[in-house]
């Protein structure tokens, strides 16, 4: 576990899920921390409500977190959403709304935090992609292209900041969260929590993830013991996309 005692951080999407996670983690690390989202963020030093797709409010994030703590070491971007459907029957405004938050929300929190981070020396970026990335199913075509757009924009940012800034990114696979509990009770009739277990069977380890697991590994890469890891993609999958055919 690495000390990250006078770190500032910045992590979107931060009033649950995966989001809340980090936020929580990288404070009992000893950091600073912002939290954005839509919604207030409980258990920081400063909330800030932000729709990540706009670029204004990316800037109007960014600002106060810098007049508060004076610089910026981490950037964790974890907001997102989930829609579904085919590029047939993906609406053109629901394909817009799922790219302006997935992918072009961390292209704008980046832009407006990157001078920071590289002021810092020793910047870190951990962006939450998907295994979806690498393997869709079947109705995701927006989330599927945001996320491996997500992977294809972290590399090349730790091409262009490098060495002052790594960026990096996370893959997980599923995880008890409000928007997997959300997809659950649309799939899963009267029985989401069966629903939620029979997803969990299809990962080798046999269950789906905890928030903190994730943020466990969103926390590592954003922290000094991975000083020499950037470009990454880091699955978080409980081996879900290693194994051929399922189980």
């Given at each position: 576990?690495?000390?990250?005692?006078?770190?500032?951080?910045?992590?979107?999407?931060?009033?649950?899920?995966?989001?809340?996670?980090?936020?929580?983690?990288?404070?009992?690390?000893?950091?600073?921390?912002?939290?954005?989202?839509?919604?207030?963020?409980?258990?920081?030093?400063?909330?800030?409500?932000?729709?990540?797709?706009?670029?204004?409010?990316?800037?109007?994030?960014?600002?106060?977190?810098?007049?508060?703590?004076?610089?910026?070491?981490i950037?964790?971007?974890?907001?997102?959403?989930?829609?579904?459907?085919?590029?047939?029957?993906?609406?053109?405004?629901?394909?817009?709304?799922?790219?302006?938050?997935?992918?072009?929300?961390?292209?704008?929190?980046?832009?407006?935090?990157?001078?920071?981070?590289?002021?810092?020396?020793?910047?870190?970026v951990?962006?939450?992609?998907?295994?979806?990335?690498?393997?869709?199913?079947?109705?995701?075509?927006?989330?599927?292209?945001?996320?491996?757009?997500?992977?294809?924009?972290?590399?090349?940012?730790?091409?262009?900041?490098?060495?002052?800034?790594?960026?990096?990114?996370?893959?997980?696979?599923?995880?008890?969260?409000?928007?997997?509990?959300?997809?659950?009770?649309?799939?899963?009739?009267?029985?989401?929590?069966?629903?939620?277990?029979?997803?969990?069977?299809?990962?080798?380890?046999?269950?789906?993830?905890?928030?903190r697991?994730?943020?466990?590994?969103?926390?590592?890469l954003?922290?000094?013991?991975?000083?020499f890891?950037?470009?990454?993609?880091?699955?978080?999958?409980?081996?879900?996309?290693?194994?051929?055919?399922?189980?």
């Amino acid at each position: 576990m690495s000390d990250l005692s006078g770190k500032a951080a910045i992590v979107t999407g931060a009033a649950n899920g995966i989001g809340a996670a980090v936020a929580a983690l990288l404070a009992e690390r000893g950091a600073r921390v912002c939290g954005v989202d839509l919604d207030d963020v409980g258990g920081v030093d400063l909330s800030v409500r932000a729709d990540v797709s706009s670029s204004a409010a990316c800037g109007g994030a960014v600002a106060p977190a810098l007049s508060s703590f004076g610089g910026l070491d981490i950037l964790v971007c974890c907001a997102g959403i989930q829609r579904y459907g085919s590029v047939v029957d993906t609406p053109e405004e629901t394909w817009d709304e799922v790219i302006g938050v997935n992918l072009t929300g961390m292209f704008l929190m980046a832009k407006h935090a990157m001078p920071a981070l590289e002021a810092s020396g020793a910047g870190a970026v951990v962006n939450v992609a998907s295994v979806q990335a690498f393997a869709a199913q079947r109705g995701v075509a927006a989330y599927a292209a945001s996320k491996g757009g997500v992977v294809a924009l972290t590399r090349a940012m730790a091409i262009d900041h490098a060495p002052a800034v790594r960026a990096n990114c996370i893959c997980p696979g599923s995880v008890d969260t409000p928007m997997l509990r959300g997809a659950a009770r649309l799939f899963g009739g009267d029985d989401p929590d069966g629903t939620v277990r029979a997803w969990g069977a299809m990962h080798p380890m046999g269950r789906v993830s905890t928030p903190r697991e994730v943020a466990e590994a969103a926390v590592f890469l954003a922290s000094p013991a991975a000083s020499f890891v950037t470009g990454a993609a880091l699955l978080v999958d409980g081996g879900l996309i290693s194994q051929i055919g399922g189980t």
